[in-house]
T-cell receptor, first 112, second 112 residues
């Protein structure tokens, strides 16, 4: 069965622009969570969605937002991009009532 | 919040050698997973192991939940084992659900 799919794989954006990343979970998985990975801060939790509701949020500014659709696909949006937003963004999905997370290949965002 | 510490931060091995990676966590956890990050950035599940011992080929893992640590064993290492190994935990408190907390990783390099 298909794994977690993230699009696009690579993005280059200019400071001040906004960006939308997409994540399609494994079929049947209703929880989707997002992480940011940078060399300095490592892997940090952004937010988690379940049944179209944000259940948990990490310590990131309001420029980072997300949503989940009825088919469990999720998007995250970053507005007013800063150079420090350059990172690998990973999403993970899991089945209800389990804690086994499967990750996608990530979107590598470069802000210039 | 929960702190996750991994050791060693870096490890260089000759092909065929064995190694042990350690993960310490500061509080009771609902979930513990070991991941291998491939060169393209994807986090590959190795083990879901909140307690006990599991084996998968040359890899095995043990988590002693009461003492708050987990060990990942790699035997007869191969060059393809190179990469970064992450330990990640999920707290037992309700509002920490859906949120994996990652260690800083162990970067393994296996030389031929």
């Amino acid at each position: 069965k298909a794994g977690v799919t993230q699009t696009p794989r690579y993005l280059i954006k200019t400071r001040g622009q906004q960006v939308t990343l997409s994540c399609s979970p494994i079929s049947g998985h209703r929880s989707v969570s997002w992480y940011q990975q940078t060399p300095g801060q490592g892997l940090q939790f952004l937010f988690e969605y379940f049944s179209e509701t944000q259940r948990n949020k990490g310590n990131f500014p309001g420029r980072f937002s997300g949503r989940q659709f009825s088919n469990s696909r999720s998007e995250m949006n970053v507005s007013t991009l800063e150079l420090g937003d350059s990172a690998l963004y990973l999403c993970a999905s899991s089945l209800p009532k389990t804690s086994l997370y499967t990750f996608g290949s990530g979107t590598r965002l470069t802000v210039v | 919040g929960i702190q996750v510490e991994q050791s060693p931060p870096d490890l260089i091995l000759q092909e065929g050698a064995n190694s042990t990676l350690r993960c310490n966590f500061s509080d009771s956890v609902n979930n513990l997973q070991w991941f291998h990050q491939n060169p393209w950035g994807q986090l590959i599940n190795l083990f879901y192991i909140p307690s006990g011992t599991k084996q998968n080929g040359r890899l095995s893992a043990t988590t002693v939940a009461t003492e708050r640590y987990s060990l990942l064993y790699i035997s007869s290492s191969q060059t393809t084992d190179s990469g970064v190994y992450f330990c990640a935990v999920e707290g037992m408190i309700y509002n920490q659900g859906g949120k994996l907390i990652f260690g800083q990783g162990t970067e393994l390099s296996v030389k031929p």
